[in-house]
């Protein structure tokens, strides 16, 4: 009996072994060009998740949290690490947007990590948003979300009516300022490490 139960325990341990050594390392996934900041329950099943399809469908690699983000990632963390890698942001501004600590969060580290931020204005007018204080938001964050708000609205950004607007147009439109920024900011850094290695080598 002892001797069954040891075969059998051996056997095991070999098929864990097996299946361990067949596993492939998991890849992280590359680093995200576009990050959209948006109010999930307003807009990811339209304009937000479309803009992400058609991203995509370009070979870009855009950060939606629920189309990257799988159970058990840390929130924070994630959606951190995304906009510190990204080069622009797309923050699709809804009528319940402010609503949101998070949306406000990435709003407000988009804006103090310096990213190009392109503002789409959805069913909603820049002058109709404002961050409120409801007593449960510390000092400090009301007034990074404040200024963030404050500084993308007076970006040039875009404006769509979901009932009335044509949704292809809009579409074409916002792809291209997408792809157009990213390539000024891709010369932009181009330029700077020309110019950095040009000093270092100039002063050497």
Not at 18 to 39: E, G, K, S, T, Y
Not at 48 to 63: Q, W, Y
Not at 163 to 191: C, P, R
Request: charged residues 25%.
């Amino acid at each position: 009996m002892q001797q069954r139960s040891a075969s059998a325990a051996k056997t095991l341990c070999r098929k864990i072994l097996n299946h361990h050594n067949q596993i492939q390392p998991l890849r992280r996934p590359p680093p995200c060009d576009v990050f959209i900041n948006h109010r999930c329950i307003d807009t990811k099943r339209t304009i937000s998740g479309l803009l992400f399809n058609h991203l995509s469908g370009l070979g870009l690699h855009p950060f939606l949290d629920s189309k990257n983000m799988k159970p058990g990632d840390k929130l924070f963390d994630n959606i951190d690490r995304a906009i510190h890698e990204s080069k622009v942001g797309v923050a699709v501004f809804s009528p319940r947007y402010c609503e949101s600590y998070f949306c406000l969060h990435e709003l407000a580290l988009l804006m103090e990590t310096k990213k190009r931020v392109i503002p789409i204005f959805c069913d909603v007018k820049p002058s109709q948003l404002h961050v409120k204080d409801n007593g449960l938001c510390p000092g400090k964050d009301l007034q990074r979300f404040t200024y963030a708000l404050e500084e993308a609205k007076y970006t040039v950004g875009l404006t769509f009516d979901t009932i009335e607007g044509d949704w292809s147009q809009f579409l074409k439109t916002a792809m291209d300022a997408v792809v157009h920024n990213l390539i000024e900011v891709d010369a932009e850094e181009t330029h700077k490490h020309h110019r950095g290695y040009f000093m270092k080598n100039y002063y050497r």
